[in-house]
Each structure stands twice: as C-alpha cells, then as structure tokens.
C-alpha cells in the first residue's frame, strides 16, 4: 500500500501538528473501515477511529521514525480493536448483531448500504482473528508479510487465516436463501 | 486434484494469493467440474462484496474532532515544557550557585573535613554571604543534634 513518506512520518514522531493531520487524512478510510469490519458498527468504528488516531499521537515516542510507520500504525489499531473486543466479551463466533431480512419485494432496490451491512453482519459472525486479517487484506490493503509483521505471527498463518476467514465469510453471506436473493440486487 | 483442495485455490484466488501454477490446475479442475464452478462464483460474489464494503466515506466531523482533540493534547504536551524549562533552568541555577564552592573553588579530595567547611566560608565570604556564616557560627551548637559534650569538645579541638 502506498502509506506516507518516511519524512512525514519523522514529523509526526517529533510532534509535528500538519504531520498528524496528513496522517489522518492518508489512514481515516482504511482505520475507519477496519473499525467497521472488526466491531461491526458506524458508531463504534468511529470511536475506534478517534481513539487509533488519538493514541498513535500520544505514543508517537514508541515509533522508529528509520522503520516504515504503517506496521507500527496498524499493530496499534489492530491491539485497540482487540481491546474493544475484549472489553465487549465479544464471543467468537456469537451472532449479537440483528439480522436485517431483505423483503423479496424491495430485492430490486436493496441499497448500498444495506450490503454493507449485511457484510458487516457476516464479518461479525467470524472469529476475531480471521476478522482481522480479512480487514488488514481488504481495507488496509496489506500483503500478506505485512499483515505477518502488524500482527506479530508468520505468513504462513496469515494466510491459513485469509483462506478460513474467506471461507467462513462466504458460508455466513451467502447461507441458504440469501445468495440467490443477493445475486438478483 | 480433488474438490476440497480445489476450494482452498479458490478462496487463494480470489484474495490474491494463488500462485504461477496452481492457476492452471485450479483451472483444469473448474472445466471439469460443475460443483467447484458454482462454489467459485460464490466465493468471486463474497469477494466482491467484502471489496465493495471498504469504507469508501468516513463520518465528514472525524478528522476535526481527532485534530481538536490531539490540539488538547498537544497544548497539555507544550504547556507542560514551556513551564518545566524555566522551572528546571532555574532549579539548576540555584544548585549550581549553592555547590559552586565545593566544586569550583578548591580541590577538595584531600582535604579533612574542618578543611572544607574553612574553604566554604571562604567561598560564601567571596560571594557576599559572610552575614549568613556568622549566623551559621553563632547558630550552630552540636547538642541540637545529640552530640555529647565530650564529643563535642573534641570535635571543637
């Protein structure tokens, strides 16, 4: 992924004001989505969002301004999102997110949105961990060795995940009923 | 190659990560069988839809409320150092003013103790303090501190 250049990300290490807001501009789209994907709501993605930003700004000390930034952003997004999981109790695998049926009727004009969220309602029904990954992939676009380093484990497994997460996803968006319905919109 | 694996190709695919020649395979695999056609174009369909849902709009208030939010924090950061420098400047001023006589004015590594205290009043004397040093002399008694007479009879000698 094309992420900042490494003398903005110097700038933001040392503090610099505009370095922040070129940060933010650059990653609010892909920490944004990540938020959707990994907790499943705009309201909770948006407070992950501030809180990624906010925290990244106030440990910006902890970041190597000689390594490339976008591992180091993204192990923090990724440790706050698995925070807010956690303190949510989040079971892996629970259906806790209501399921919205599309009226047969309105097949025709289901609207963007409304995709988006029953993508969103599939993703919550995967574990977390192949939630991640599918985030990292999809709206991070990392490859798979810098979801390896953001996430601390090997590319092979990175990849297992990729595959099981698709898998899981697939079965979930498209169970008995939905795909054909779907493949109508 | 059999089914299952060809799904593993499958899914590998359409993330991006089928290599050189598993493309081949997984396509003699797909002319072939009709179960593995439809399950690839349900895997291409969930693909597609995870694709299409990247957050392609974020809430339009976000940046600004980080950015207000970081300013707090950036004010607190900068607040914090403009009142710590001249407080630390000064601290070590005001050490440095009270040490200056034991490290600057003589060598004392080999100087007995009566020898240092001599050399600071000297020091305080040159400095304009000598005031306070008499205090010092007509304040100072060592049974303040539990000094036995004797002790301090010695010590006096």
């Excluded at chain 1, 700038?11 to 990540?34: M, P, T």
């Excluded at chain 2, 939010?69 to 950036?74: C, D, L, P, V």
């Excluded at chain 2, 501190?145 to 002790?151: I, K, Q, R």
């Amino acid at each position: 992924m094309k992420g900042i250049d490494q003398d903005s990300a110097k700038k933001f290490h040392d503090g610099d004001f505009e370095a922040l807001r070129n940060v933010i501009e650059r990653y609010q789209g892909s920490v944004f989505g990540i938020g959707l994907k990994l907790l499943g709501s705009v309201d909770d993605a948006k407070d992950f969002s501030q809180d990624v930003f906010l925290h990244a700004y106030e440990k910006r000390d902890r970041y190597d301004p000689e390594r490339p930034f976008e591992p180091w952003f993204f192990k923090l997004a990724m440790n706050l999102g698995r925070q807010k999981l956690r303190n949510r109790r989040e079971i892996p695998g629970s259906d806790n997110m209501p399921v919205e049926v599309i009226e047969e009727t309105a097949c025709k004009g289901v609207l963007e949105g409304e995709r988006k969220e029953r993508v969103r309602h599939a993703l919550t029904t995967l574990k977390p961990i192949y939630r991640e990954c599918l985030a990292l992939r999809f709206e991070a676009d990392l490859k798979l060795h810098e979801i390896a380093e953001v996430l601390g484990i090997s590319p092979e497994t990175v990849k297992t995940r990729l595959r099981r997460g698709l898998m899981a996803f697939k079965e979930s968006y498209t169970k008995a009923g939905d795909y054909s319905e779907l493949q109508k919109c | 190659m059999n089914c299952k694996n060809a799904e593993e190709l499958i899914a590998d695919r359409e993330l991006g990560l089928l290599e050189g020649g598993q493309v081949n395979e997984l396509e003699q695999h797909l002319s072939e069988c009709a179960d593995c056609r439809k399950l690839a174009d349900e895997y291409a369909f969930a693909a597609e839809a995870l694709k299409e849902s990247r957050a392609d709009t974020v809430p339009p208030a976000l940046a600004d409320e980080v950015l207000a939010k970081a300013g707090k924090i950036h004010g607190k950061q900068s607040k914090i150092f403009r009142l710590a420098v001249p407080a630390v400047a000064a601290a070590a001023v005001l050490l440095a003013v009270v040490l200056s006589p034991v490290f600057f004015s003589k060598d004392s590594s080999d100087m007995t103790t009566l020898q240092v205290l001599e050399a600071y009043a000297e020091d305080f004397e040159a400095i304009g303090m000598e005031d306070g040093i008499g205090d010092y002399d007509t304040g100072f008694r060592y049974e303040d501190f539990g000094v036995s007479d004797t002790l301090t009879t010695y010590i006096n000698q």
